[in-house]
């Protein structure tokens, strides 16, 4: 089993960064792939971003070139940086760790970009 805790969100401006964090901790030797979703209102739940364990990271295509997907091994974190938000980023975000054992979620963190 795993707990995931995400950090980070909040209000920006258009244009504008942030970077969101998601602490992992429990059965974290099982991960085989950590990802980042998001759920606007009144939207299915979203694939942002994914990063398996020794295999390359993937992006959503309305993402790519915008957002970097990163993990720090030492601290059990996995981040989303967030760079020129839209007002279409405007969702919560969450945390996604994928084991044999099923899928985990964090409880989410609201991102909400507006001028």
């Known amino acids: 089993q795993v707990h995931l805790v995400e950090s980070g969100g909040g209000l920006v401006q258009p244009g504008g960064s942030l970077r969101l964090s998601c602490a992992a901790s429990g059965s974290i030797f099982s991960i085989y792939l950590m990802a980042w979703y998001r759920q606007a209102p009144g939207k299915q739940r979203e694939l942002v971003a994914a990063m398996p364990r020794g295999g390359n990271t993937n992006y959503a295509d309305s993402v790519k070139g915008r957002f970097t997907i990163s993990r720090d091994s030492a601290k059990n974190t996995m981040y989303l940086q967030m760079n020129s938000l839209k007002p279409e980023d405007t969702a919560v975000y969450y945390c996604?760790?994928?084991?044999?054992?099923?899928?985990?979620w964090g409880q989410g963190t609201q991102v909400t970009v507006s001028s």
């Open positions: 996604n760790a994928n084991l044999d054992s099923g899928f985990y």
